[in-house]
């Protein structure tokens, strides 16, 4: 791959689906190269774009980005600009708020679309993720609109170039903020970052919010189209950019231990090379399973006494779902992560011969290249019951944390099968030095009623996937792990023991 060394940050505007299975179309490109040695803005690109089929631009899709369809006729075509695009990005490091969810997939689907070859990144800075980690909710969601907002930079106007523009100029704002909390932490207490613009808001329940947060309006202003030309040298303010602090912790999903003792802070190269991995994988947080300790709560977080236990594994039939209760938990560096409890302790359950519907799925992978695995049982009423109760708990502590993440059913109900609702149980892995681990303990259960402890020599998901074949029963050791990460939340369950019986 051809050795670039500046920052690409890019954007695409495109059309917004009316119906299930419709694609999106890319109606702007826009992006900027960055000195990571001057830190400063050197090139800049931005054009509309017409779609193979106008009628795609809905009305919903203008209210979002302001381009309608006469803006587009004389736009070139994707095909023309491929070109360009593809020098633009070929090679460099992306960087972009969202851009591993949207942007780089939309990039990859309009290259495909004609038949050529998607470039490349040497590294991914995803702003949303590395944010949402080094920021934490401070500014109340993460969404590009709401942290402009927070530092007073301006309305978001949802058009490539200006969005580029403005989320350098955001990273730029929380550096400065994490460089100071980092240089002085005597100076900074705890949670001094509470906003004066917060709002601050009351739970129903009584239960204090982590942080009062402010979450400004969506609706923004879109300005007119301007005419954009295709390409030109700077001639504007120069716009110089610092990376976020980085920091080498267990925690961190996005980053790896960095080998300098010392790293340069301001190092946006050596920051690219420590996310451009994991950045690449859409569920990455979801395989987030730290074991909790929860340490002494702040005072803006009302938690009883006896939650820091871990209860037993329930059974459904045993659970009061009055007494199931959530509470945000610090986490690390001013974030906070929700965790469920049961009158004290830690909610797991236990759920007997659940039936397999779908065997082992390693659909995605890890930063490693490891596929993540889960598999997909039968529902039982009971447990339904149990989980959509803690989804609206749940929910409720993220809708009064101004959270405006889409909501991802732990629970799937299908046209055609409602009396069939199934779930999805996560196998995690862990890393003992080099050598990758099932973090779940198997067990195989025989007819005569013996147990015996499976034990695998290696990480081979095709060795267990014949363990997992549809129709074999499993009881299932769960816990319930709230999760909010790059625009979705839910909750994740995932298989702490496994009794797979085989009948």
């Known amino acids: 791959m051809e050795n670039k060394a500046e920052i690409a940050f890019f954007d695409v505007e495109t059309t917004v689906p009316t119906r299930p299975g419709q694609g999106y179309a890319i109606l702007e490109?826009?992006?900027?190269?960055?000195?990571?040695?001057?830190?400063?803005?050197i090139r800049s690109y931005s054009t509309l774009v017409r779609p193979s089929n106008p009628k795609l631009i809905s009305s919903l899709s203008v209210r979002c980005n302001g381009i309608k369809?006469?803006?587009?006729?004389?736009?070139?075509?994707?095909?023309?600009?491929?070109?360009?695009?593809?020098?633009?990005?070929?090679g460099r490091i992306w960087a972009g708020h969202n851009i591993v969810r949207f942007d780089c997939v939309r990039i990859r689907e309009a290259f495909a679309e004609i038949g050529r070859v998607a470039p490349e990144p040497k590294g991914t800075i995803d702003s949303l993720a590395l944010l949402t980690q080094k920021f934490g909710r401070r500014a109340g969601n993460m969404k590009m609109a709401t942290l402009a907002t927070y530092f007073g930079l301006g309305n978001q106007t949802h058009r490539s170039l200006d969005d580029v523009r403005m989320n350098v100029e955001?990273?730029?704002?929380?550096?400065?903020?994490?460089?100071l909390e980092s240089s002085l932490p005597d100076a900074f207490p705890e949670n001094h970052w509470v906003s004066p613009n917060a709002i601050t808001r009351s739970h129903r329940n009584g239960i204090s919010p982590v942080v009062n947060k402010n979450?400004?309006?969506?609706?923004?202003q879109v300005k007119s189209t301007p005419a954009l030309s295709p390409e030109n040298d700077r001639t504007e303010e120069e716009r110089p950019v610092f990376s976020l602090l980085t920091s080498s912790t267990a925690e961190s999903q996005y980053s790896v231990v960095s080998n300098t003792a010392h790293p340069d802070t301001f190092d946006m190269v050596a920051l690219g090379n420590e996310v451009n991995a994991?950045?690449?994988?859409?569920?990455?947080?979801?395989?987030?399973?730290?074991?909790?300790?929860?340490?002494?709560?702040?005072s803006t977080v009302t938690v009883p006494e006896s939650c820091g236990g871990v209860l037993g594994f329930l059974e459904l039939d045993e659970v009061s779902l009055t007494s199931i209760r959530a509470f945000p938990?610090?986490?690390?560096?001013?974030?906070?992560?929700?965790?469920?409890?049961?009158?004290?302790?830690?909610?797991?359950?236990?759920?007997?011969?659940?039936?397999?519907?779908?065997g082992l799925s390693t659909k995605f992978s890890d930063h490693a290249g490891r596929p993540r695995l889960s598999f997909v049982v039968d529902a039982s009423p009971s447990l339904c019951y149990v989980l959509e109760t803690c989804e609206s708990i749940v929910r409720k502590v993220y809708e009064d944390s101004d959270c405006s993440s889409d909501w991802r059913s732990a629970v799937t109900r299908k046209p055609g099968f409602v009396n069939n609702p199934t779930v999805r149980l996560n196998i995690p892995t862990v890393l003992n030095g080099d050598v990758a681990q099932y973090a779940t303990d198997m067990y195989k259960k025989e007819p005569s009623g013996t147990t015996q402890k499976l034990i695998f020599s290696?990480?081979?998901?095709?060795?267990?996937?014949?363990?997992?074949?549809?129709?074999?029963?499993?009881d299932a050791y769960l816990s319930l792990d709230p999760y909010d990460y790059?625009?979705?939340?839910?909750?994740?369950?995932?298989?702490?023991?496994?009794?797979?019986?085989?009948?």
């Open 69 to 90: 369809p006469e803006a587009v006729d004389s736009a070139p075509s994707f095909a023309d600009i491929a070109d360009t695009v593809y020098d633009i990005l070929h």
């Open 278 to 298: 994991a950045s690449f994988q859409p569920d990455v947080a979801m395989e987030e399973n730290p074991i909790l300790q929860p340490p002494e709560m702040p």
């Open 170 to 179: 955001v990273l730029k704002h929380c550096a400065t903020v994490l460089f």
């Open 486 to 503: 790059q625009q979705t939340s839910g909750i994740r369950l995932v298989a702490k023991k496994l009794i797979i019986h085989n009948e």
């Open 29 to 41: 490109f826009g992006a900027i190269l960055v000195c990571p040695q001057k830190l400063e803005e």
């Open 215 to 220: 979450s400004p309006s969506s609706s923004s």
């Open 329 to 358: 938990v610090p986490f690390f560096r001013g974030s906070h992560r929700i965790k469920l409890f049961y009158k004290g302790a830690i909610l797991q359950l236990r759920c007997p011969r659940l039936r397999i519907r779908f």
């Open 458 to 474: 290696q990480f081979d998901a095709t060795e267990l996937d014949t363990w997992f074949r549809p129709g074999t029963f499993v």
